[in-house]
């Protein structure tokens, strides 16, 4: 079942009440870090001309939905910024939004400050219903300015109006069910309230911008209590408001104080802490559960929207030097919990790998790391768990972790995605935004050691063997021959490739000297230097070739994972060639068929009759020609 990115296992309700209860002085300005920025984008590639973003809500499913002065539609995006659709409002007509709510069937309330209106789209902004004028058994009234709304935990409408300085209660048919307050300063009074948002007890708070304060009501609308802040902070304006599930209150100021900024407080008005992350002119905040604040930069010639985050944050994933790739080295920034100063605790950072890997990309595309925090975790399906870091209140941690494949000079780059997740006490999980990065081979197989090349005797072949490349990674080897011992000389294309120690070059002519070489690639795509050079003049074989049936000893031995048999017939017959292991139990025919005249030669490549891979270890293989037979023995070494 999928679950929000940064809260996966949430304790009753009961239980995070009395933790919070317990401990009012873990949200002292001296102790709460700010939230720090995780990344933003721009919203001005969607509004022409560009306007600040003037109100912004967000679904059940963390979707955030924007609106800027005169735009014509409403913006959805997803929560690393991707637009998911653009709303147009019908007809083309212009709205000034004041708030935007989302309520559990996906219908969109907006307050429009232009019309005087409360706006009811569906969820593809088709327009269900609007509403200047409300009636109920309490009589009825006129919106004056339409400002902040919210769905309460009962599914009503509360709204507030800062014209007429109340707050009404409605029904989602349009019904008024009662006004709340009347214009003044005192408690329960209003002037010109802006923004509302409901806590996770169905307490609701208003930013009351013209008395510089925030207040609080029950779920019935009684007045509970009431702040402007003190040192450092003091509200000038408020006018947007959010709610945490930690019920901390985030206030955007942009009134008296200096600078504009965003202001925490807890559920009972204790100051937490104020940040703006380069914000110039902070307009509309909307949070996601524990673990996204989501602000929107109303300064007009470069709009905005940026997210700021509790959870661990991965700084960098860079290649671990020196080594035969799969390993990477992840940084992360601690979560703010993990500093002994808030409720949950963090014991430590459980770090996962998606599957399954990035797909290949150029290498023009991963000369840096890629846009950080570009994907949201909904839940750990598809994710491996590699490791858990304890936690021990640093700053950063580090850790090398394993990808699953390297990049290659053939395959490109190979992208591993990673996620940190937070651990508590309290079966609580904040999850990181995953990030991505690869790894490299950075380690060439070493030098061969020269080949050992011969004359295979009136066969007009050269026999190259080569000792086995100690590299852990090899891929396989090329070969190459030339006619000078220069190696500048070397053709570009070598004369073969093998995964075998042997090779027989059967392009010789008496006569003829060559210089042969060997090369050993890895499976990343790197190579050795050349190995040294070996030589051989191929001649005219005295003895002529032979008119009896000889079976050669197989080349290379020992050998692994094959070898060459060959055999010479001095006329076409049928013969038969098998194998069996040193006790005498066959293992498998080779050769059953009829043979030209001359040398046939028969590869093996160490299995049995039924493919399947033999042991190491002696083995006998027979030649049966008529009356005659003729065994050598071979070794399979693994």
């Known amino acids: ?111 429009d400050r232009a019309g005087r209106l409360l706006l ?47 707050l009404l209660e409605i029904l989602p048919d349009g019904t008024l069910v009662r006004v709340i ?57 408020p006018f947007d408001i959010a709610i945490d599930d930690w019920d901390h209150v985030f206030v955007v100021d942009n009134g008296t104080s200096s600078p504009a900024q965003v202001c925490v407080f807890t559920c009972t008005g204790a100051y937490v802490t104020n940040f703006t992350g380069g914000i110039i002119s902070p307009g509309a905040v909307a949070v996601r559960g524990r673990t996204g604040i989501f602000v929107s930069e109303r300064d007009g010639s470069d709009p905005s929207i940026v997210s700021f985050g509790y959870p661990p944050m991965i ?54 790391l890629p846009p950080a925090y570009a994907q949201h975790a909904v839940d750990l399906e598809g994710w491996d768990a590699l490791t858990v870091i304890p936690a021990r209140r640093d700053s950063t941690y580090e850790t090398v972790l394993p990808t699953l494949c390297d990049s290659t000079a053939s395959g490109g780059i190979e992208w591993s995605t990673f996620l940190v997740s937070a651990l508590t006490c309290d079966n609580l999980f904040y999850d990181s935004y995953s990030a991505s990065g690869y790894s490299v081979d950075n380690i060439a197989p070493p030098t061969p050691s020269a080949p050992q090349v011969a004359e295979v005797p009136g066969l007009l072949q050269v026999s190259i063997t080569w000792d086995a490349s100690a590299a852990p990674d090899l891929d396989h080897y090329a070969v190459y021959r030339s006619a000078s011992d220069d190696p500048g000389n070397l053709p570009s294309i070598p004369l073969a490739t093998t995964t075998s120690l042997s090779y027989l070059d059967e392009t010789v002519q008496p006569g003829e000297t060559w210089y042969y070489w060997i090369v050993a690639y890895d499976d990343a795509g790197l190579s050795s230097p050349l190995s040294p050079s070996a030589s051989v003049t191929v001649v005219t074989s005295a003895e002529p070739p032979s008119r009896k049936l000889v079976l050669q000893q197989n080349v290379p031995n020992p050998f692994n994972p094959s070898t060459a048999i060959a055999f010479t017939l001095p006329q076409a017959q049928r013969v038969r060639l098998k194998v069996f292991d040193r006790s005498g139990r066959y293992v498998a025919t080779l050769y059953d068929d009829v043979a030209p005249q001359g040398e046939t030669t028969v590869q093996w490549e160490g299995v049995d009759e039924g493919g399947r891979l033999v042991a190491s270890g002696v083995y006998l293989y027979r030649l049966e020609a008529g009356e005659e037979t003729q065994t050598k023995r071979m070794t399979l070494v693994r």
């Not at 609106?67 to 014509?72: I, P, T």
């Not at 200047?132 to 309490?138: A, V």
């Not at 009347?182 to 309230?193: D, H, I, K, L, N």
């Not at 994933?317 to 605790?345: A, E, K, M």
């Open 1 to 111: 079942m999928s679950s929000p990115r940064g809260l996966r296992l949430a304790v009753p309700l009961l239980l995070c009440a009395l933790v919070l209860a317990l401990a009012p002085s873990l949200t002292s300005a001296s102790s709460w870090p700010r939230p720090e920025p995780v990344f933003s984008w721009p919203t001005s590639w969607y509004l022409n001309p560009p306007q600040a973003v003037s109100a912004l809500g967000m679904d059940s499913y963390g979707r955030i939905y924007a609106a800027n002065n005169d735009n014509l539609g409403i913006i959805k995006y997803s929560l690393d910024g991707e637009v998911l659709e653009l709303l147009p409002f019908p007809g083309g007509t212009t709205h000034i939004l004041g708030d935007i709510a989302v309520d559990l069937e996906g219908n969109i309330w907006c307050t």
């Open 120 to 166: 009811e789209f569906d969820s593809d902004a088709n327009l269900l219903h609007q509403w200047g004028y409300l009636s109920g058994t309490s009589g009825g009234v006129s919106l004056t300015d339409p400002f902040g709304v919210a769905i309460g935990p009962n599914g009503h409408i509360f709204l507030t109006d800062a014209g007429a300085n109340h």
């Open 181 to 237: 307050g009347s214009p003044g300063s005192s408690a329960g009074q209003f002037m010109g309230p802006a923004g509302i948002a409901f806590d996770r007890f169905g307490n609701f708070y208003v930013a009351d911008s013209g008395n510089g304060r925030i207040q609080k009501f029950d779920g019935q609308g009684s007045f509970l209590l009431q702040w402007s802040g003190t040192s450092p902070v003091t509200l000038g304006s």
């Open 315 to 368: 700084i960098s994933i860079q290649d671990v030097p020196d080594d035969q790739g799969r390993w990477v080295r992840l940084t992360f920034g601690h979560s703010i919990f993990d500093s002994g100063y808030t409720p949950d605790v963090i014991t430590g950072y459980a770090i996962y790998r998606q599957q399954p890997e990035g797909a290949s990309k150029s290498a023009a595309e991963a000369v840096a």
